[in-house]
T-cell receptor
Framework: DVKVTQSSRYLVKRTGEKVFLECVQDMDHENMFWYRQDPGLGLRLIYF???????EKGDIPEGYSVSREKKERFSLILESASTNQTSMYLC??????????????FGPGTRLTVL | AQSVTQPDIHITVSEGASLELRCNYS??????LFWYVQSPGQGLQLLLKYFSGDTLVQGIKGFEAEFKRSQSSFNLRKPSVHWSDAAEYFCAVENQAGTALIFGKGTTLSVSS
């Protein structure tokens, strides 16, 4: 069974803080993704990574950065959190990068509130 | 640019009744299409996907979807809904590079007894 875990289910931070969201997958998947989920907007891709130390911008990368030092771990970083980054953050992984070739497996999400 | 539209924000269906969730896409070629479900407090789970071939696709949990190129639609159906089907449903299409998914805004399904 593929398992994607996220370090926190709920997180509350203050404006201006540096925030780290961690994601770990246990299936040796090549690709990992960070999405943001907001009511009425669905899921939007922030960044993805197709290999260790490799990253690509998604649709809404502004205000975020990522780090992938090990294959199983993909971190989303908010350098200076702002209230408009209050959201649900979902991590996903897949073996094949081509969407057509493989299913993306999602973690349970981290609900981040920035005060 | 690719896009996905789910016209219904919220649908309520009686338990045992049939269900159809609508999805329309915009894509230049034959798209790869997906339906995901998100149960309360859970991550997204793939229900089914369409790549090519038979336009009627069977998925998990008794769901099916039909690809209709002429209508640019990929509607999700289930003949008899169970209370456990209450969740949020997302339709998705691959992005132009084929490396990620573009999601619709979701349809919330409520099941009444």
């Amino acid at each position: 069974d593929v398992k994607v875990t996220q370090s926190s289910r709920y997180l509350v931070k203050r404006t201006g803080e540096k925030v780290f969201l961690e994601c770990v997958q246990d299936m040796d998947h090549e690709n990992m993704f960070w999405y943001r989920q907001d009511p009425g907007l669905g899921l939007r891709l922030i960044y993805f990574s197709y290999d260790v130390k490799m990253k690509e911008k998604g649709d809404i990368p502004e205000g975020y950065s990522v780090s992938r030092e090990k294959k199983e771990r993909f971190s989303l970083i908010l350098e200076s959190a702002s209230t408009n980054q209050t959201s649900m953050y979902l991590c996903a992984s897949s073996f094949e990068l081509a969407v057509a070739a493989d299913t993306q497996y999602f973690g349970p999400g981290t609900r981040l509130t920035v005060l | 640019a690719q896009s996905v539209t789910q016209p219904d924000i919220h649908i309520t269906v009686s338990e045992g009744a049939s269900l159809e969730l609508r999805c329309n896409y915009s894509y230049g070629a034959t798209p790869y299409l997906f339906w995901y479900v998100q149960s309360p407090g859970q991550g997204l789970q793939l229900l089914l996907k369409y790549f090519s071939g038979d336009t009627l696709v069977q998925g998990i949990k008794g769901f099916e979807a039909e690809f209709k190129r002429s209508q640019s639609s990929f509607n999700l159906r289930k003949p008899s809904v169970h209370w456990s089907d209450a969740a949020e449903y997302f339709c998705a299409v691959e992005n132009q590079a084929g490396t990620a998914l573009i999601f619709g805004k979701g349809t919330t399904l409520s099941v009444s007894s």
